[in-house]
């Protein structure tokens, strides 16, 4: 039977604190030893010669050092004779145990030692984890870095004896257990903690559960780890949980208001940052903050930013602002997309006026600010996939201020499609065919207070529904789209724009491009005249009793244009009940399918019969639930026929769906937002099925995924929350595959003193800003892996080749249900850089079947082409199954080899 499928783990997290007292003035607080700085990992390097100490791996970080011998590892803290060791020995261990490195990493290392050749050693590689093998008979340890932590997990096969293990702190002169059950050591003045010990164990119908277990003191500081409730014959597994979740800011306020992945998976992100510190990389477009130019106030002027992370997590390809340098300047990045050349395209705010960088293209659209300084507007940049360049860049807007761009896209053209709300004055001349030529208000007493969408005040979430009158009593404004095709050919760049509102307020909150090139948009009104189609879901307000100042509903606008310059409305429709209703996420799930989320205070919300949840979980009015809605604009399709799928999703608090996006392999939808409710529903081995939002005004992030099984239901098969004790809001979702999950947006303290949003592996492992000001905040990118039905690993026989070598490495399949599974093999690698290997595909795809509960190894051999077509430097292998069966079965293994 495979191991990795009988093996229970004991997940034992041992953090490491820096000493009261040290020699370079550090005290001490519940910081890991190496948050001096970002990116401080520790990487275990093996000893193949170049140290003559009998330790096997040494792993050193700027202020501790680990070193792995075959029966103990010992941590050090400190520096010179304030250095404070303790090691951890396994007692009774058996003598044979072998030592091997896992997950190679892409650094080498080289010894030169001496002044013999033969003492040298070179390109020696190092590993982000080492595995001990059985020290016990049927136990495995694991010692693993967790970005500045360190941790170390205890892995049983069924029926191993958990009574032989037994543990000895060596160097400690106290040891004791803490009241929330963490283990404390003391050694003179510094302390080091291990967190609980955490078991999860897989039941015989295939549902992980959360075991209790607890350290157990010995004697002699000496220690075991006791699981009450254990059942040794039952089938235990690793939970997948958390694969890494970083920081990304600097000393003020940072939010990523944006994110995609590349071919690679990559992640990119952007958005704005107020930190003059925010990383950037050599070669980037641009490295200085516009704050420096002349801000009375740096850590107040925000300036955009693109950067770009490994498909790891562990660092950044490159980085760079985006903005001005006007001393009252605020740049924002709100959305991105790539083009068919891989460049990236962007839209955003800015009130620089005309220092934003507009310069490298005179032929844009409109080189000049029409507003006046501090006041915002539109642009559309596009930087080059490296970073490195401004390609092109615009103002886009009216004379009046309060534009704000919310969503874009680029269609098959490669022109940018983009939206958002707006109180007057767009460029509507090109295009005298525009479906709307002008402002539909009745007042625009109440313009320029511009709900946004993606994050408000006070808690980082919606103000729409954020307290006070939930009604607007005049027009703020309609939302808008426009199409710019980015070739510098002046004012013809502008091929169409159009407002889209009726005569209270509007907001266009998002939008998508279907493959035909029509534009499906929504957001949310309170006009009883937005413009409908005839047989459309609710071709009226759903409270017509209130108008003309009804409650909010969602809309959903089909937009496309023709030949002759025509802007046709294909399909639109109200969406939403008697009560206010908000739409914010849009994802295209089929050509004219769109999957929606948002929040509903409405009872009689359009829910699908056998939907998740067919009812509120608040009385109407009160607090909104979160929802996920499948809707087709087809025109034509029967009313009754339009939803396919719709749920309310959520607990007895406020909760909010953000963002949403669909898998194309199974049809599921990934949702994510925020909640304040402490019984939000959570489904699927959570990773944090706890809601950890502190006392006063806080949230926490949401992460779900609902698989459609027929027209009108669907199951919840994974839900977890995402959070601390301040306030978390997510902006942007994306699947790097089924069972993968990265999401982003931005975190804050809320005026707590610490800051303990759940990182894994991280780039940036500092809370930046100010912990103790409720205005502070630092981005974030978390990556989940969901469970899976068929899981995937892949294991390097040889990390190193030389041109003209074979690359030899196994794939293992393992069918984790009782059911047959058939996927798909495909194997693809990729530059540093993210370029694809010219050896692509690695291997031809296949098709493996597995029984139940199989276990499949495949073995591989790939031999690397001349040098003239792999230049030499580091390559990410990425191995990936699809499957062939509804559910929720894709997922991506990888390791890096290096051609020398």
């Known amino acids: 039977m495979n191991r990795l499928r009988t093996w229970v783990a004991l997940l034992v997290c041992m953090t490491l604190f820096r000493p009261a007292t040290s020699p370079d003035g550090l005290r001490q607080n519940n910081r890991a030893v190496s948050s001096a700085a970002p990116n401080m990992e520790f990487a275990f390097v093996p000893n193949v010669g170049q140290w003559p100490h009998s330790a096997a791996f040494i792993a050193t970080q700027k202020y501790a050092a680990v070193s792995v011998e075959n029966d103990r590892f010992s941590v050090r803290v400190g520096r010179g004779d304030d250095a404070k060791i303790v090691s951890m020995r396994f007692v009774d261990a058996e003598e044979n145990t072998r030592v091997v490195g896992e997950d190679p990493r892409e650094e080498t290392y080289n010894y030169f030692l001496g002044n013999d050749p033969k003492c040298w050693r070179t390109d020696v590689t190092a590993f982000s984890a080492v595995r001990y093998q059985e020290p016990y008979a049927g136990v495995d340890v694991r010692l693993k870095s967790s970005g500045s932590h360190l941790e170390y997990d205890l892995i049983l096969q069924p029926r191993a004896d958990l009574q032989r293990i037994a543990i000895e702190a060596e160097g400690i002169d106290d040891l004791k257990l803490a009241s929330d059950g963490s283990m404390i050591m003391k050694s003179g003045d510094a302390e080091f903690r291990q ?64 994110m995609m992945l590349d071919a690679a998976g990559d992640v990119i992100v952007a958005g704005v940052t107020e930190s003059p510190e925010f990383v950037t990389t050599p070669g980037a477009y641009d490295r200085t903050h516009g704050a420096h130019y002349g801000c009375t106030s740096p850590i107040s002027c925000g300036d955009g930013f693109v950067t770009k992370l490994s498909h790891d997590g562990q660092r950044v390809i490159w980085s760079t602002f985006l903005g001005g340098t006007n001393v009252a300047g605020n740049d924002a990045i709100r959305a991105m997309a790539f083009d068919s050349q891989g460049n990236i395209v962007l839209g955003g705010n800015t009130s620089s006026s005309w220092q934003f960088p507009i310069y490298p293209v005179p032929g844009a659209y409109r080189t000049n600010s029409t507003v006046q300084g501090g006041q915002t507007e539109v642009f559309i940049s596009k930087i080059s996939g490296r970073g490195n360049a401004l390609l092109y860049s615009t103002f886009f807007g009216g004379t009046r201020a309060g534009n704000r761009l919310t969503s874009l896209a680029v269609d098959s053209q490669d022109a940018a499609v983009f939206g958002g709300t707006t109180i007057g004055g767009l460029p509507t001349f090109p295009n005298p065919g525009a479906f709307q030529t002008a402002l539909n208000c009745s007042s625009t007493s109440g313009g320029g207070v511009l709900v946004d969408p993606t994050g408000g005040t006070g808690g980082g979430g919606n103000n729409a529904f954020g307290g006070g009158n939930r009604t607007n009593s005049s027009c703020g404004g309609d ?13 013809a760049d502008l091929t169409y724009c159009t407002y889209l509102g009726g005569t209270n307020y509007d907001s266009l909150t998002g939008l998508v491009v279907n493959a035909d090139d029509s534009v499906i948009a929504t957001g949310f009104t309170n006009s009883c005249d937005f413009p409908t189609t005839p047989n459309a879901l609710s071709e009226h307000p759903r409270s017509p009793d209130l108008c003309p100042q009804p409650l909010m509903d969602g809309f959903v606008t089909r937009l496309r244009m023709q030949g002759s310059g025509r802007f046709d409305l294909m399909y639109s429709t109200y969406v939403g009940g008697y009560d206010n209703d908000y739409i914010y996420g849009i994802s295209l799930a089929s050509p004219a399918v769109v999957a929606l989320t948002g929040a509903t205070f409405s009872w009689d919300f359009p829910i699908t019969q056998d939907a998740f949840s067919t009812s509120i979980t608040n009385l109407p009015g009160l607090k909104a639930d979160a929802f996920a809605l499948l809707l087709d604009t087809t025109p034509g399709v029967p009313p009754f026929s339009q939803v396919n799928y719709g749920t309310y999703l959520g607990g007895d608090e406020t909760d909010s769906g953000q963002v949403i996006v669909t898998d194309p392999v199974d049809g599921s939808m990934m949702v994510a937002g925020f909640t304040e409710s402490t019984n939000f529903p959570r489904s699927g081995d959570p990773f944090q099925p706890q809601f950890v939002g502190g006392s006063t005004i806080s949230q926490d992030v949401f992460v779900s995924r609902i698989v459609p099984r027929s027209r009108d239901r669907a199951d919840l098969v994974y839900s977890t929350y995402l959070g601390g004790v301040g306030w978390d809001n997510p902006n942007a979702i994306a699947f790097e595959a089924s069972n993968n999950v990265i999401v982003s947006g931005f975190t804050a303290t809320g005026g707590y003193v610490t800051n303990d949003f759940p990182l894994q592996r991280p780039y940036d492992a500092i809370y930046g800003s100010n912990v103790t000001s409720d205005n502070n905040r630092d981005g974030f990118i978390t990556k989940l892996v969901l469970p899976t039905d068929v899981s995937i690993r892949v294991v390097p026989q040889s990390p190193d080749v030389a041109p003209g070598g074979l690359l030899a490495y196994d794939v293992i399949l393992t ?13 693809d690698a990729y530059a540093s850089d993210g370029s694809p290997y010219s050896g692509n595909p690695i291997d031809r795809p296949r098709d493996l079947s597995l029984t139940p509960n199989q276990t499949v190894t495949v073995n591989f051999a790939h031999r690397i082409p001349s040098s003239t077509h792999s230049p030499s430097g580091p390559y990410s292998l990425r191995a990936k199954i699809s499957p062939y069966t509804p559910g929720p079965t894709q997922g991506v293994a990888s390791f890096t080899f290096m051609v020398r």
């Open 479 to 491: 939302g808008f789209i426009a199409r710019i095709t980015m070739l510098a050919q002046g004012t």
């Open 815 to 827: 069918n984790n249900t009782s059911d047959p599974q058939t996927v798909g093999l495909k194997v």
């Open 195 to 258: 967190t609980p010990p955490r078991t999860w164990q897989v039941s015989a119908d295939h549902q992980k559960n959360l075991l209790a277990s607890s350290f157990e003191l010995l004697g002699g500081n000496r220690f075991a780890i006791s699981v009450p409730n254990r059942n040794p014959s039952l089938m235990t597994v690793i939970d997948p949980g958390l694969e890494w979740s970083t920081y990304l800011g600097g000393s003020g306020r940072d939010e990523i208001k944006a």
